[in-house]
């Protein structure tokens, strides 16, 4: 789905990405996992053109990330920030919705989708009124994630989704995830800096260090991390 062909980044004088090769598979649940700082984000913000790459090139599903094509392909990738990025001053159902609003679709199929994703998220639909500010950690991670599933995109990147939880309401997002990415059935991106989070997720692991690739793939042919 995502091919990184001697892909770096640099911030000033620090290399956030060594060049790298990477493979992203199709279909299935990708983790990049490492510790804070070694170049998750800057490596999922490449993926769908946020940043661009100070060395190689990012392909999307065969075809190179084009800045011209960025925003057709962005349609395509649902991405949702760490930390849920939702606007305060919109409802849960302003936030889920913004995207299909802005691309105005008829109010029918918003709504339509809509309902077919607070029931894939298992969102309370009475709190769709409610603000940011109103709702539990996780009930905010859930309108995240619908505003990045709106308009059925190809791709599902996601930033540390569960990392601002606490640890109960944690477990039960990890298991609403699994869930809800297997009956997507879509390529998922995801990061954490949790092992166990990641064993649990992905399918397929990008173990990355210091802004490298130390191993990559599926997740039952890792060795021990040295
Ligand atoms: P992470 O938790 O993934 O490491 P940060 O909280 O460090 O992310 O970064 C949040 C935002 O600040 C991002 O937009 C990132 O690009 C930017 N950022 C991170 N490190 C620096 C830095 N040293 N200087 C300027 N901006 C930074
Ligand atoms: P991670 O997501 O694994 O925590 P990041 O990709 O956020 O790591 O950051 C990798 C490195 O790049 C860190 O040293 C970070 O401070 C730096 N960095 C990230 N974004 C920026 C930015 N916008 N400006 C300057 N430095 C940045």
Redesign the pocket.
């Known amino acids: 789905m995502f091919e990184l062909q001697g892909v770096s980044?640099c911030?000033?004088n620090?290399w956030?990405?060594h060049p790298l090769d990477l493979v992203v598979p199709e279909g299935r649940t990708t983790v990049?996992l490492?510790?804070?700082?070694?170049?998750?984000?800057?490596?999922?913000?490449l993926m769908n053109g946020l940043l661009r790459p100070d060395s190689g090139r990012v392909l999307f599903g065969g075809q190179p990330l084009r800045e011209e094509d960025l925003l057709a392909v962005r349609q395509r990738i649902g991405y949702a920030l760490?930390g849920g990025g939702l606007f305060p001053h919109l409802t849960a159902e302003g936030n889920a919705t913004l995207m299909a609003r802005y691309l105005k679709w008829p109010g029918a199929r918003v709504k339509q989708r809509l309902d077919e994703l607070v029931a894939l998220t298992r969102f309370p639909p009475d709190a769709l009124g409610r603000y940011p500010g109103q709702l539990s950690g996780g009930q905010r991670q859930r309108v995240s994630l619908m505003r990045a599933l709106m308009l059925e995109p190809d791709v599902l990147l996601l930033?540390?989704p569960l990392g601002a939880l606490d640890p109960m309401i944690r477990h039960e997002l990890q298991e609403d995830l699994r869930d809800i990415f297997a009956r997507l059935g879509k390529t998922v991106v995801l990061?954490t800096?949790d092992l166990g989070e990641g064993a649990f997720l992905g399918q397929h692991v990008v173990l990355?260090r210091e802004?490298r690739v130390v191993q990559q793939g599926p997740l039952g042919e890792l060795e021990r991390a040295p």
């Open positions: 980044k911030f000033g620090t956030a990405l990049l490492g510790p804070s700082g070694c170049g998750k984000s800057t490596l999922l913000r760490q930033d540390e990061v800096h990355l802004g």
